[in-house]
């Protein structure tokens, strides 16, 4: 069996798959069926990651893209299904033509560096790798994530704040919720399934946080199984859309943009660079971050998809 | 790495050792990988064939998640250690927790809707929430 024979194959197929995957979901006239076809095109981008040998972002990408920005257009549909607006095809046929037009435009321009590059190519990685050490990790994605390029990081965590306080903004306490005429919560297998489930998975983040150090992992995968915990609270109707957000949940959410930053600041004031850790503290810096991380990003996700400033328990 | 206890235990005999085992291993984890492929096959095939929702949820259930364990036995054994293998057995574990409270979760919304008609899913309740209820949940609500 010739093995490169069958990884030329899969890689064909996927690299089809996504194309067509891409396409479909444009052109899907039902809005439920383009939303389908989404979540499976993350799933396909989430394994081509994994076959660039790249499986902290293939995690990222299956939890996040796939899961939950999944479950979020879900909700949505739902809720636009209530609004009284009736729903048409996204893209009109007419216009696919100027579509496609405009797409080829941006991909092209995003080609012409390839023109300008370089004779000789500049070997990030070796220089990584030469590297890694001081950061006391062994995983050279996450010391690039938090240490080499920490600055990226921190304005990742703005970002994420950011779309938070959308929420915030746009919260209306006074219009309906969506119809929920069914009462999952009084289903007696969900609640043991639930009882499994949920010390499990804050079993499986706490294990992604650690294991980020020297295995593929770390707080962002963390905290989207966390979120995903969330979700399905969210979904079983234990917790509930509530509106002025206690101090614990502002907190949680600006833990991370506020231990990061004054990280940085600090060290900016201690060694006159921004982000440079000291080489016995980087670990336990790093540590730091990383777990203010997965709360702020699990606190962020969960309330982004409830769309309300806070929650509370129902009993 | 740590000494883990389920590390000592070699998943088959040692390789190296009998060259007989190696291919029965070899052989064995091929056959459970090829089944686990035609269990997917088949939930994929009663997917897009069943007429009913609920037969469809059942095939994606049963056939996709024997599959899975098919699929996680076969290359728990051509794992590298015993606690390799254990994490793919609990990636097979989690995975059936997870696929039964979604199907559960499904099932539960269309028996309540009280769908009895071949739909197909694009212009099922499920695809189309209604805001008012026209139909009558059953009296007797499922678990």
Redesign the interface.
């Known amino acids: 069996m010739n093995d490169s024979l069958v990884i030329y194959l899969f890689d064909t197929t996927l690299a089809l798959g996504l194309l067509w995957l891409g396409w479909r979901t444009v052109t899907a006239t039902d809005l439920f069926k383009s939303i389908v076809l989404f979540i499976i095109f993350g799933l396909f981008t989430a394994l081509c990651w994994a076959r660039l040998a790249a499986p902290d972002v293939a995690l990222a990408e299956a939890a996040l893209g796939a899961g939950v920005t999944g479950a979020l257009l879900m909700d949505a549909y739902r809720v636009l299904v209530h609004s009284p607006q009736p729903m048409t095809a996204l893209i009109a046929r007419r216009s696919l033509g100027g579509v496609i037009l405009v797409l080829t435009a941006l991909f092209g321009s995003l080609l012409t560096p390839w023109t300008t590059l370089p004779e000789v190519a500049r070997d990030l990685g070796e220089q990584v790798r030469t590297h890694l050490p001081e950061t006391g990790m062994v995983n050279p994605v996450t010391a690039v994530l938090l240490d080499f390029r920490g600055y990226d990081t921190v304005l990742e965590v703005a970002v994420l704040l950011l779309a938070l306080l959308g929420v915030f903004v746009l919260y209306d306490e006074t219009a309906p919720s969506p119809a929920i005429t069914h009462r999952v919560a009084d289903s007696a297998l969900m609640a043991a399934l639930v009882r499994l489930l949920i010390p499990l998975a804050g079993l499986v983040a706490l294990y992604l946080l650690w294991v980020g150090a020297h295995r593929p992992g770390g707080a962002f995968q963390a905290g989207a199984v966390l979120a995903g915990i969330g979700i399905l609270l969210h979904l079983y109707e234990r917790l509930l859309p509530a509106a002025p957000a206690p101090w614990w949940i502002r907190g949680g959410i600006a833990m991370s943009l506020l231990l990061f930053s004054s990280i940085a600041v600090g060290l900016l004031l201690l060694t006159g660079r921004l982000l440079d850790y000291p080489r016995d503290w980087a670990k336990l810096l790093m540590l730091a971050i990383e777990i203010g991380l997965m709360i702020s990003t699990a606190l962020t996700l969960t309330l982004l998809f409830s769309n309300a400033p806070s929650f509370r328990i129902r009993r | 790495m740590q000494d883990l206890w389920f590390d000592r235990w070699p998943v088959l005999a040692d390789p190296a050792v009998v060259f007989g085992m190696q291919w029965m291993r070899e052989f064995l984890s091929w056959t459970f990988i090829v089944f686990g492929a035609v269990f997917f096959l088949g939930g994929t095939l009663g997917l897009i064939r069943f007429p009913d929702l609920l037969t469809r949820l059942h095939a994606l259930t049963k056939a996709d998640n024997l599959g899975l364990g098919c699929i996680c036995l076969g290359l728990a054994l051509r794992a590298e250690s015993g606690s390799a293998a254990a994490k793919l057995i609990a990636v097979w574990g ?1 995975a059936l ?2 696929s ?2 979604s199907a ?2 499904i099932a ?2 269309a028996f ?2 009280a769908i009895r008609r071949p739909v197909s ?2 212009e099922s309740p499920v ?3 209604s ?3 026209t139909t009558e ?1 059953p009296t007797r ?1 499922p ?1």
């Open positions: 989690l927790l997870a039964a409270v559960h979760l539960r919304y309540q809707r899913v694009a695809a189309n929430p805001s008012h209820d949940p609500t678990l």
